[in-house]
T-cell receptor, first 111, second 116 residues
Framework: ELKVEQNPLFLSMQEGKNYTIYCNYS?????LYWYRQDPGKSLESLFV?????AVKQEGRLMASLDTKARLSTLHITAAVHDLSATYFC???????????FGTGTRLQVTL | DVKVTQSSRYLVKRTGEKVFLECVQD?????MFWYRQDPGLGLRLIYF???????EKGDIPEGYSVSREKKERFSLILESASTNQTSMYLC???????????????FGDGTRLSIL
């Protein structure tokens, strides 16, 4: 059974600081997704990582995938308040397009 | 833009009622999914469907059933609602792995269901 672990579960950081969210998973997979969820809203796709060594960047967020270590990271550079949200990683295993989600990291960026 | 529409944002029902949650997508996606989201547990897959009239159990199917009579519509049914089914329910759709494998699942806005 595929298990996906995110840490930390909660992150409070000051504006301007850098931090990394980690996503570990338990079985082989070549597809990993990062989503953002604002309170009371649905999930918005941020990144799709499809191969070992994949790196994607959008603004202050950068995601990477190491399939050998079964690890993805979401790095936040010079955080701003607008990045406050819950971030989920999700791993797709097998051929059925099913996703297994991590429990999410609630990010709070303070002024 | 992909649009996944869930019929209700908020729903209040009573224990023992039969509850229907509807989801419609407009992107001709083959795959459709139902998740529930609970604090501290992330999203858990209830059922999914990869074609009309096809369905597969997810991780937590007990107490639920689904129906997919048309490609664009996927319904989640609580046969006899119980208080432990109070949750946020999210519908999603996607293309299958293959030609469109670089596209993520697209989610609806969610239905917050309360069972009293």
């Amino acid at each position: 059974e595929l298990k996906v672990e995110q840490n930390p579960l909660f992150l409070s950081m000051q504006e301007g600081k850098n931090y990394t969210i980690y996503c570990n998973y338990s079985t082989t997979s070549d597809r990993l997704y990062w989503y953002r969820q604002d309170p009371g809203k649905s999930l918005e796709s941020l990144f799709v990582l499809l191969s070992n060594g994949a790196v994607k960047q959008e603004g202050r967020l950068m995601a990477s995938l190491d399939t050998k270590a079964r690890l993805s990271t979401l790095h936040i550079t010079a955080a701003v308040h607008d990045l406050s949200a819950t971030y989920f990683c999700a791993v797709e295993a097998g051929t059925a397009s099913k996703l297994t989600f991590g429990t999410g990291t609630r990010l709070q960026v303070t002024l | 833009d992909v649009k996944v529409t869930q019929s209700s944002r908020y729903l209040v029902k009573r224990t023992g009622e039969k509850v229907f949650l509807e989801c419609v997508q407009d992107m001709d996606h083959e795959n459709m999914f139902w998740y529930r989201q609970d604090p501290g547990l992330g999203l858990r897959l209830i059922y999914f469907s990869y074609d009309v009239k096809m369905k597969e159990k997810g991780d937590i199917p007990e107490g639920y059933s689904v129906s997919r009579e048309k490609k664009e519509r996927f319904s989640l049914i609580l046969e006899s609602a119980s208080t432990n089914q109070t949750s946020m329910y999210l519908c999603a759709s996607s293309f299958p792995i293959g030609g469109h494998s670089n596209q993520p699942q697209h989610f609806g806005d969610g239905t917050r269901l309360s069972i009293l």
